[in-house]
């Protein structure tokens, strides 16, 4: 679908002003349009101008969301953030906004909420375990909050 710079530029502020978004996300979004590549730098200096986009921004609040709403630990968090094109620095500095405490908290939940259909306690552990570290928590982390949680 071919469009001008303005057409573009309506849309693209729409789809940032519904929620954050990465650079790397908005760019894709306007290859979808047809435009030129110097209306897509046109456009795309002006959303980074009047603050539309900002990768610290959208780091932090992607991990404060995942970490309570999806509960994915650090690891997952950190992959889901490289792919989407944000730089190292921009992920360590959001994911040292993480509150040690809160976290923990988190990786309780998940254990908890768990249900495991397994009898012998040393199998459920490593369902439980496997279940964590695939959501993203370190495996170190996980194991001590299992030894915590069945004591």
């Known amino acids: 679908m071919e469009m001008n710079r303005d057409m573009a530029l309506k849309k693209v502020l729409h789809y940032c002003a519904?929620?954050?978004?990465?650079?790397?996300?908005?760019?894709?979004?306007l290859d979808t349009f047809g435009i030129a590549s110097s209306d897509k730098e046109q456009i795309m200096k002006v959303l980074v101008e009047e603050g539309y986009i900002d990768d610290?921004?959208?780091?932090?609040?992607?991990?404060?969301?995942?970490?309570?709403l999806k509960k994915w630990g650090v690891?997952?968090?950190?992959?889901?953030?490289?792919?989407?094109?944000?730089?190292?620095?921009i992920i360590g500095n959001a994911l040292s906004e993480i509150d040690p405490e809160i976290?923990?908290?988190?990786?309780?939940?998940?254990?908890?909420?768990?249900?495991?259909?397994?009898t012998d306690p040393y199998k459920r552990k490593a369902k439980l375990a496997q279940?964590?570290?695939?959501k993203g928590y370190e495996p170190?982390?996980?194991w001590d909050a299992i030894h915590q949680y069945y004591k």
Do not use: P, W
């Open 75 to 89: 690891n997952k968090i950190r992959m889901s953030l490289k792919m989407k094109g944000i730089s190292d620095e």
């Open 18 to 29: 519904y929620q954050d978004r990465c650079v790397q996300e908005v760019r894709t979004k």
């Open 140 to 142: 170190g982390l996980v």
């Open 56 to 68: 610290e921004r959208f780091a932090s609040t992607f991990v404060r969301s995942k970490i309570h």
């Open 103 to 118: 976290y923990r908290s988190e990786l309780m939940k998940v254990l908890e909420a768990k249900k495991i259909n397994e």
């Open 131 to 134: 279940y964590a570290i695939q």
